[in-house]
């Protein structure tokens, strides 16, 4: 589990500012039909046989992944910036 320096389990002093959260879309097509075997999932859209806990536990862990990586790719985006304008300076 994730706790701050302080051990307060907190992860962050302040909430994330109204407009600046990371958000995932991600689309979920239901097939009843379908064979167990031919359900598919990629970075933006699942088609599933059955909307069952299994179901939502893969898709839940693919979008925090997504959300995830895309909030260190800023960070990195931010320090490698940073690291030129020392560079350049």
Do not use: W
């Not at 689309?27 to 598919?40: Q, R």
């Amino acid at each position: 589990h994730g706790e701050g320096n302080d051990g307060s389990g907190k992860l962050a002093e302040e909430p994330i500012s109204r407009g600046f959260e990371l958000k995932e879309h991600f689309g979920v097509a239901i097939c009843p039909g379908m064979e167990e075997s031919d359900s598919h999932v990629n970075g933006d859209f699942a088609t599933i046989k059955a909307f069952n806990m299994n179901n939502v536990a893969v898709i839940s862990t693919i979008m925090a992944q997504t959300v995830a990586l895309d909030s260190y790719n800023e960070m990195v985006d931010d320090l490698l910036g940073n690291f030129a304008k020392i560079n350049f300076t």
